[in-house]
């Protein structure tokens, strides 16, 4: 595992986190004496969501959906209940 000093990682931070974001890990010294072991986490790589069309297939619509308990709705709206 490499060890880098502090003023090394100060100035490369962006380079380390990348190489630390692909599994390698390092440590940053000072003055020779580690202070902290820099570690990928362990986190999923997110995806893209997909949302269009997600259920394709999964879910059928009635053909006579917009006139679905058509009857039941008149009545409600004209106040025969």
Partial sequence: METVNI???????S?????AAKGE???????GQPLVKVV???TP?????KRTGF??????VPDDFDRMAQD??????????
């Fill in 25 to 31: 890990s390092f440590v940053i010294a000072k003055a």
């Fill in 45 to 49: 790589n997110p995806t893209k969501l």
């Fill in 72 to 81: 039941e709705i008149e009545a409600l709206f004209n106040g025969e209940t």
């Fill in 15 to 19: 380079r380390l986190v990348d190489r």
């Fill in 40 to 42: 990928p986490l362990d």
């Fill in 55 to 60: 259920m394709i297939g999964q879910i059928k």
């Fill in 7 to 13: 003023h090394q990682a100060k100035t490369h931070l």
